[in-house]
RNA sequence: GUGAGCGUAGCUCAGCGGGUAGAGCGCUGGACUGUGGCUCCAGUGGUCGAGGGUUCGAAUCCCUUCGCUCACCCCA
């Protein structure tokens, strides 16, 4: 038997639908706020990753799926959304149109990882990028669109992490201060530590063996040696959080694993999972395009991980998607011609129907209705198809009325499933 | 890349001092010929992850391998 390929998944009904209401709710809210979906390749050519994400990055160092195609071009399968928007926004020119130009995607992305809890080889990224707005409000305005987005899904308690990485110069700086404040302390530190003191000093910060998160509490911050414009620049966009009632906190500690950041980086943290499972991660990467060879335009954005989202969803959104009604029509006898009939009429009306056509019994298909949690079924048998109706049955309470064809539509008008029926996880277990 | 745990039915698992593969749930049907949920009955379902070894005989003991999961690193 061959299995899916290790870190993939298969998403099945009827979880198939959260994802579906997800996605929906994003096109919904990111359109409200002026942005346009842009959808770029699955694939690009690595040297755009190596150059955006950096080369020193883990993502870029270990965790790439990269293949020769059979002309020799070395290609890679995304591993993160925005190095593809900034080439698409670059090749298309899309400079030439009136900036900042709000553009968001949502698509599979690949990192080659051992698999974890909320980890994934192909995983589902929803990300929205600014581009050509070098303003303060542009990160507020990010994180204003996140905020209705986790609000329209039903969110109460998501707190944003907020830091100020400086400018590429104040970042020099940093990586020189704390490898001054480190060294002497050195054996302090966890082995892997040890490590990143040479070649990345910032991501001792946000290690988490506490010896080294104690010296980490006193180490230097950015503040310390950023620049006037980054403070002034983060400050402002701390003001617009706290003016548009945004919850946050400043965490000097947060360092983001792209290489392309300046200034505002932030991420969103399950609250239930943890410090570690970050669900949103963005930032503000004022250097990506003309590092790219483009024009010296700013730009801001995040991504967040759609399925780890969808494993936290509130319930309230949950018994939303499960919860619509969905009318069971069951012919008997002669009438299933007539009962398809029926349906393209009810579906023509916005009533969500299922025809039985499996051709059982009436007692079977009312026992696999009650299986499937509906509320609603309609039988048609030949008394009721003489009679242009149908016995329409109310399965929470067990009531049953004879209704016309041409009432059927407003009788289930507003009508609400039962409680929704408990089902399997997401097919990633086996 | 490092460390640990686990592989028996579609799912959750029992069986492991070697002796003919089990239960619950699920699915299908029946008891109840056009009326669900509860109950009862029947049916369906497995190269015991794979390969090798020990043995008269291995799901069970030994070796190898593959797969899955969790943690670390790092990240969505």
């Not at 080369?55 to 965790?63: C, R």
């Not at 965490?251 to 392309?260: F, I, K």
């Not at 019994?361 to 209705?369: D, E, G, P, Y």
């Amino acid at each position: 038997m061959i299995q899916r390929p290790r870190g993939t998944r298969d998403i099945l009904p009827p979880e198939s639908r959260l994802w579906h209401a997800v996605e929906a709710t994003a096109h919904r809210v990111f359109q409200a706020f002026g942005a346009e979906e842009i959808r770029t390749p699955t694939f690009e050519h690595t040297e755009l990753f190596v150059r955006s994400v950096g080369e020193t990055t883990d993502i870029v160092h270990k965790e790439m799926y990269t293949f020769a195609d059979r002309k020799g071009r070395s290609l890679t399968l995304r591993p993160e959304g925005t190095a593809g928007v900034a080439r698409a926004f670059l090749e298309n020119a899309l400079q030439d149109r009136p900036l900042p130009l709000r553009l968001y995607y949502m698509g599979p992305m690949f990192r080659y990882e051992r698999m974890q809890k909320g980890r994934f080889r192909e995983f589902r990224q929803i990300g929205l990028e600014i581009l050509g707005a070098a303003s303060p409000l542009a990160d507020a305005e990010c994180l204003l669109v996140l905020f209705e987005f986790f609000q329209a899904l039903g969110f109460q308690d998501l707190v944003v992490h907020l830091n100020n990485l400086g400018d590429p110069p104040d970042r020099a700086a940093l990586g020189h201060c704390l490898r001054e404040f480190f060294t002497p302390h050195a054996a302090q530190l966890c082995s892997d530590c040890q490590r990143r003191l040479e070649e990345n000093p910032l991501r001792v910060l946000d290690c988490k063996v506490p010896s080294c998160q104690e010296l980490a509490h006193r180490a230097p911050t950015v503040e310390a040696v950023a620049g006037e414009a980054s403070k002034a620049h983060v400050a402002e966009v701390e003001e617009l959080l706290r003016r548009l009632d945004i919850p946050y906190q400043r965490n000097p500690r947060l360092v983001r694993g792209l290489d392309y950041y300046v200034r505002t980086v932030f991420e969103v943290v399950a609250p239930q999972w943890g410090p570690s499972t970050v669900i949103c991660g963005g930032g503000r990467y004022d250097r990506l395009l003309a590092d790219l060879g483009g024009p010296d335009l700013p730009g801001v954005g995040f991504a967040v991980g759609e399925d780890r989202l969808v494993e936290i969803l509130p319930e309230s959104f949950r018994n939303a998607v499960f919860g619509e009604a969905r009318l069971q029509l069951v012919p008997l006898g002669g009438a299933s011609a007539a009962a398809l009939e029926l349906a393209r009429k009810l579906v023509r009306q916005g009533v969500p129907v299922d025809v039985e056509v499996g051709g059982r019994s009436l007692k079977a298909a009312l026992k696999r209705a009650d299986k499937l949690r509906r509320r609603w079924v309609a039988i048609l048998g030949e008394e009721e198809l003489a009679q242009r109706v149908v016995s329409l049955r109310d399965l929470t309470e067990g009531a049953q009325r004879l209704v016309p064809w041409e009432q059927l539509a407003q009788a289930l008008a507003g009508g609400q499933n039962r409680e929704p029926a408990r089902h399997q996880g997401t097919g990633s277990q086996h």
